[in-house]
């Protein structure tokens, strides 16, 4: 009965330390996962060669917690450099958000007559500057159209035409998840608010 527990420890331990490697960035796993669990698998076959706990006593002690802050690590390094190089993308999702909260709160006090407070209020005061609300206005105006650009400048590439050699094109690389998401989202805001700016006078 006792030789099991060596067995059950190493196992659950190697469970959870391949788990801990595949939770590493893509980068890391591609670089470093064959060898670790290389690794891994050179200690089970010690522990059950040598027939006491001391390999799963290791794997708990040593093995997990390396990885555990290897983890830590790695994805913290990962999501620093993502926002250097996504600056531009988190502010225009926030200008994007900020201008979403805004303008429905606004639409749903006076078209649904829902007991909110005006928003212009929360943010100016009762009675605010005209600078101020002018300010506001212009965000409104171009808050949609800034973060439009914010967020697509990153996923621009010049690229030269197959046939025209001197033909220069831009495209738009391959865009996911929630990246596509607000990018179309700013897209249909900011042609709303062109169409409006150019024939809301003839409506």
Known sequence: MNTLIPF????SAVSLAQWLVRCHPAEFRNQYEDELNQVLR????YGLDDGNDGTANYLWRVCIPDLCSSMIRERFNQWEENMKRNFGVWIGAGLIVLWVLYVGLTEARIFLHLPIKDPTIWLLGDTPANWAFT???VFII???ILAL???AVPHIQFSRGAEEGDLAVIRLRKVTGASRVMILTASLISAMILFLLMFG???
Request: proline fraction near 5%; glycine fraction near 4%.
């Open 8 to 11: 059950t420890r190493e196992k």
């Open 42 to 45: 050179t200690l089970v076959r």
């Open 135 to 137: 300010s506001l206005n």
């Open 142 to 144: 171009l808050a949609p």
């Open 149 to 151: 650009i914010l967020m």
């Open 201 to 203: 006078g003839r409506l």
